[in-house]
């Protein structure tokens, strides 16, 4: 399955643009053994806008645009020994909610792309 890489090849490429690049963007595919998106975001990031690929099981592509301070909360989970915030995203794309704090991240969607 190809990568980030190729995710933020295909959103620019869509944008006309290259507003995304390897430093303002995280992305995951879907868990083999669970349905849920993992992202583990650096803390030194939260302050800064972040750009969030999700690849769907059918290849579609979720673009969440998060402003600043969206991981700043004390709710999610932040793991010390790698000194990051870790998400595990529902892959329902109404809700893409964080399992472990509740978060809704479906209201940072910036656009969808379908699957090539």
Known sequence: MPGKWE???RVNFYLGQKLLNNQNTHFSNVNKAAP???LEIPV???G????LLLR?????LIWLKCPPGT???????HRLDKD???LQLETDAQFLRDSRSGYNFSRHIEREFPSI
Do not use: C, M, P
């Open 7 to 9: 995710a933020i090849t």
């Open 36 to 38: 849920f998106w993992w």
């Open 44 to 46: 030194r990031k939260t």
């Open 48 to 51: 800064k806008q972040l750009n």
């Open 56 to 60: 769907r099981e059918d290849d579609g």
């Open 71 to 77: 991981l700043d909360s004390n709710d999610f989970y």
């Open 84 to 86: 990051v915030i870790s």
